[in-house]
């Protein structure tokens, strides 16, 4: 039973293209995350969302958009994809908003813009 | 604002070698503290945990432990192996909040 899956694994595209990311957990968690790794593995949050309401937007270009659909999905969808857009991109989930909460992460999409 | 600073990589160790990955953090307050490993071509797992000073976090015959003091939560592991080769991050919540600010990440590689 996988907790947090993401589709695609891989995504290869050209620049200026829109794309979508998705992301479900089975947890039955209020809380879901985005995060973005860098070639250096360098990993940044994105946003978060509580029961389908954003949270936290750490000053992502307004090309990126979540939507969380309902509490068990959040989206991560990317217009005119730019080749600093690549890197690894990863889902996470918590219980709550608790700051103890454990967050269980997804295996990671890896966008690559050519 | 928060930062946590670890030691640069890679660091490569024998099997059974002890292991110390260092890490720093500047935060308002007295964080949450956490290590995550994540694996080749993986997400990230929770490794361990402390939420106030002096705690010991442990798992896996992995420790560290919260000084307030120093500001530090340094990682250690009395003998590697081969699987213990990974990317290990060190990571904060601040009091009151829920994001996860993170270190650079250590790559550990442990040889025969």
């Known amino acids: 039973d996988t907790a947090v899956s993401q589709t695609p694994k891989y995504l290869v595209t050209q620049m200026g293209n829109d794309k979508s990311i998705k992301c479900e957990q089975n947890l039955g968690h209020d809380t879901m995350y985005w995060y973005k790794q860098d070639s250096k593995k360098f990993l940044k949050i994105m946003f978060s969302?509580?029961?389908?309401?954003?949270?936290i937007n750490e000053t992502v270009p307004n090309r990126f958009s979540p939507k969380s659909p309902d509490k068990a999905h959040l989206n991560l969808h990317i217009n005119s994809l730019e080749l600093g857009d690549s890197a690894v991109y990863f889902c996470?989930?918590?219980?709550?908003?608790?700051?103890?909460?454990?967050?269980?992460f997804g295996p990671g999409t890896r966008l690559t813009v050519l | 604002g928060n930062s946590v600073t670890q030691m640069e990589g890679p660091v490569t160790l024998s099997e059974e070698a002890f292991l110390t990955i260092n890490c720093t953090y500047t935060?308002?307050?007295?964080?949450?503290l956490f290590w995550y490993v994540q694996y080749p071509g993986e997400g990230l797992q929770l490794l361990l945990k402390a939420t106030k000073a002096d705690d010991k976090g442990s798992n896996k015959g992995f420790e560290a432990t919260y000084r307030k003091e120093t500001t530090s939560f340094h990682l250690e592991k009395g003998s590697v192996q081969v699987s213990d080769s990974a990317v290990y991050f060190c990571?904060?919540?601040?009091?009151?909040?829920?994001?996860?600010?993170f270190g650079t990440g250590t790559q550990l590689k442990v040889e025969l």
């Open positions: 969302y509580n029961n389908k309401e954003l949270i």
């Open positions: 990571a904060l919540v601040e009091r009151g909040g829920n994001k996860l600010t």
């Open positions: 996470a989930s918590s219980p709550g908003l608790e700051p103890n909460n454990e967050q269980f």
């Open positions: 935060a308002t307050g007295y964080p949450s």
